[in-house]
Nanobody
Framework: QVQLVESGGGLVQAEGSLRLSCAAS????????MGWFRQAPGKEREFVAV????????NYADSVKGRFTISRDNAKNTVYLQMKSLKPEDTAVYYC???????????????WGQGTQVTVSS
């Protein structure tokens, strides 16, 4: 079993920055692909970014490409999402997830955190 705990969310003004962290426990996630997803009120959960277990490959949703950066530190069992140039439409609950495939679909991820709220004011 893997437990994931997100942190770093909060309230920020448009064009501001935040860095989310996702700490894993219970089992190493060094061999898992790690993804970030988000869900805004009234909307479905959507893919944000994914990083391969080795850290050598990443993939981003078009809506965040060039503004968000996903990274991981396997020694610390932690994944990060650096968010810059934030927009009000980035407001959502952000979730990290661990899965065995380098994939964009949430169905590929077996373990999920509880989420952290990010609110971007205009």
């Amino acid at each position: 079993q893997v437990q994931l705990v997100e942190s770093g969310g909060g309230l920020v003004q448009a064009e501001g920055s935040l860095r989310l962290s996702c700490a894993a426990s219970g089992r190493t996630v060094s061999r898992y692909a790690m993804g970030w997803f988000r869900q805004a009120p009234g909307k479905e959960r959507e893919f944000v970014a994914v990083i391969m277990w080795s850290g050598t490959s990443t993939n981003y949703a078009d809506s965040v490409k060039g503004r968000f950066t996903i990274s991981r530190d396997n020694a610390k069992n932690t994944v990060y999402l650096q968010m810059k140039s934030l927009k009000p439409e980035d407001t959502a609950v952000y979730y990290c997830a661990a899965g065995s495939n380098f994939a964009r679909g949430p169905e590929w991820y077996a373990y999920w955190g509880q989420g952290t709220q990010v609110t971007v004011s205009s």
